[in-house]
Each structure stands twice: as structure tokens, then as C-alpha cells.
Nanobody
Framework: QLQLVESGGGLVQPGGSLTLSCVAS????????IGWFRQAPGKERKGIAC????????YIDGSGRGRFSISRDNAKNTVILHMESLKPEDTAIYYC???????????????????WGQGTQVTVSS
């Protein structure tokens, strides 16, 4: 069964850090670009960080540039999103998505991924 499972969300104070994990199973995730998307209440889902299949090229949306980083460990079928200096506007449901055909930058721009996780809530509040 094809699955992407996110974990690591929660409540964090402004200025804090959080690391999200996405574990893939049931497909060859090491042949796929993988990305993190988020959707805040009343807003469209948006790609914030994507990484290519080899893990040597990444894209970070402007909203997270300098604060977010994405990495992957193909041996563990895991993609990590590390977030620092979190702001209340980072509050959203964060989703992991993968696609074996799309380049990583297209994945983030279009959001037309083949596989999606269920999402994990991140709340930044004091």
C-alpha cells in the first residue's frame, strides 16, 4: 500500500523550532521528488519546500527561506523538514507529497503530486 506518513507536528512558541518527518512506504520514494506543503485556515495549500530524488537539490519558498530546510535519507525513505524561528503565520496543516515524474521545483509550484500524506498540524502560538 502506498503511504506517506507525517509526524512531528505540535504546538510551539513563536521563535521556536520544529522538525517534521515524512516516511514513505509502498513505492520507490527514492525515485521521486518529495515536498512539504502547508494549508492555513481559509487559504490554499502551498508548496514550501521540495527536494529532488537524490537529495542534492532543494527549493524553499520565500516564506521559509532562511528558516526552513529540507533533507532526505533514501535508505530510511524519510524526508525531514526542519523549521526555525517559527512565526504565528506558520500555523497550518503540513502535508508531505511525492511524485515520481515531476521535477522537484515543479512539484512545489504546481502541487500536482501523485501521493499525499494525511497531514500534521503545526500551531505557533504563545
Amino acid at each position: 500500500q502506498l503511504q506517506l506518513v507525517e509526524s512531528g507536528g505540535g504546538l510551539v512558541q513563536p521563535g521556536g523550532s520544529l522538525t517534521l518527518s515524512c516516511v514513505a512506504s509502498g513505492f520507490s520514494s527514492d525515485n521521486s521528488a518529495i515536498g512539504w506543503f502547508r494549508q492555513a485556515p481559509g487559504k490554499e495549500r502551498k508548496g514550501i519546500a521540495c527536494i529532488n530524488d537524490r537529495g542534492d537539490s532543494t527549493y524553499i519558498d520565500g516564506s521559509g527561506r532562511g528558516r526552513f530546510s529540507i533533507s532526505r535519507d533514501n535508505a530510511k525513505n524519510t524526508v525531514i523538514l526542519h523549521m526555525e524561528s517559527l512565526k504565528p503565520e506558520d500555523t497550518a496543516i503540513y502535508y508531505c507529497a511525492a511524485d515520481p515524474e515531476l521535477p522537484f521545483h515543479t512539484l512545489c509550484a504546481d502541487g500536482r503530486a501523485t501521493y499525499w500524506g494525511q497531514g500534521t498540524q503545526v500551531t505557533v502560538s504563545s
